[in-house]
């Protein structure tokens, strides 16, 4: 055999390779009884944000006197777990449900939710290439009332000789933006528990 067919060979095999083994099939993420993993997955990112947000809502913070919404921003959600988590993953969930609740809308125009477009139209101001009748005018953006800062640690544990147990706690707070009052805060406790040889991260 010429080494140019070994070649082709070799390539085949490693392009046929790729389709073996079982085939890879949609989870029901409504209904899903698949097997839990030592690390943090969606199915626990959706249990933490829920019971945040069914106890804030619970809680009567959120219920202006004069019947209108609170504008709320998002703060710092520290990342303290051995994982490269995205908080804006498990903030986005909380954010869908407090807005869908009705008594809040959340702001853009700072906070870790800030959307940069923004403040970029605001410099278009002075520019000649853009109707200033359409650009946004000085003082017309909203501050925020509120604002919910949080923080996602991970203790691991030796449970035994040939098991550990992880557990992910998920704190949020939610404090006044122009007294600095602290009007509720949660603590959510995701625990797990598996085989040493298991990667929490």
């Known amino acids: 055999m010429n080494s140019r067919l070994l070649q082709i060979i070799a ?3 490693i392009v046929t390779g790729g389709c073996g083994g079982s085939k890879p ?3 029901d993420i409504v209904n899903d009884e698949g097997k839990s993993v030592m690390a943090l997955d ?4 959706d249990k933490a944000a829920s019971e945040m947000v069914q106890s804030m809502l619970g809680s009567g913070a959120l219920k202006k006197k004069d019947g209108g919404r609170y504008v709320v921003a998002t703060g710092r959600i ?4 051995m994982q490269r988590i995205d908080t804006d993953q498990l903030m986005a969930k909380v954010e869908e449900e407090l807005m869908n609740s009705g008594q809040v809308v959340m702001t853009s125009a700072v906070g870790s939710g800030t ?3 923004i403040h970029e139209s605001r410099e278009l101001r002075e520019s000649e290439e853009f109707d200033q009748n359409t650009v946004a005018k000085r003082g017309t953006l909203i501050a ?7 923080k996602i640690f991970q203790r691991n544990l030796r449970y035994d000789s040939k098991n ?3 557990e992910y706690y998920f704190q949020l707070k939610l404090s006044d933006a122009t007294s600095g009052l602290r009007y509720w805060q949660k ?3 995701i625990g797990k528990r598996g085989s040493n040889k298991s990667v929490a991260w």
């Open 144 to 150: 925020p009332e509120l604002s919910i800062s949080g």
């Open 11 to 13: 390539l085949a095999s």
């Open 164 to 166: 550990q147990q992880v």
């Open 25 to 27: 099939t949609n989870i």
């Open 42 to 45: 969606y199915r626990d990112f």
């Open 115 to 117: 959307d940069q477009l």
């Open 187 to 189: 603590e959510s406790l």
């Open 78 to 81: 520290v990342n303290d777990t």
